[in-house]
């Protein structure tokens, strides 16, 4: 069973930036569908950021689209997302996931694995 491994959260002041890590343990993760999620308080978990295990296209919600980047180094089992202009309302804890299958869903409950999160918080 995949682990996964988030790091990288923090306090960083608004236009800032901030790059998350999350890292496979117990099984490479070349063979996943990775994606980002994040969920405010007394909000619903939302998908950032995803990127299949097949490499051909990534996928970006419109509040995220041109500030982050998501990309996978299945050398070091890791998946980044470089989050750049950072504004308040992205404070929320970011989460990794995976899933087998190959597209990149926006729906939480499709994803099998889930790191424990990471909190990110933006000053204004």
């Known amino acids: 069973q995949a682990q996964l491994i988030e790091s990288g959260g923090g306090l960083v002041q608004a236009g800032g930036a901030l790059r998350l890590s999350c890292t496979g343990s117990g099984r490479t993760l070349r063979s996943y569908t990775m994606a980002w999620f994040r969920q405010a308080p007394g909000k619903e978990r939302e998908l950032l950021a995803g990127?299949?295990?097949?490499?051909?296209?990534?996928y970006y919600a419109d509040s995220v689209k041109g500030r982050f980047t998501i990309s996978r180094d299945n050398a070091k089992n890791t998946v980044y997302l470089q989050m750049n202009s950072l504004k308040p309302e992205d404070t929320a804890v970011y989460y990794c996931?995976?899933?087998?299958?190959?597209?990149?869903?926006?729906?939480?409950?499709?994803?099998?694995?889930w790191g424990q999160g990471t909190q990110v918080t933006v000053s204004s």
């Open positions: 996931a995976a899933k087998s299958s190959v597209p990149v869903n926006t729906r939480s409950s499709d994803y099998d694995y």
């Open positions: 990127i299949p295990w097949t490499g051909t296209y990534t």
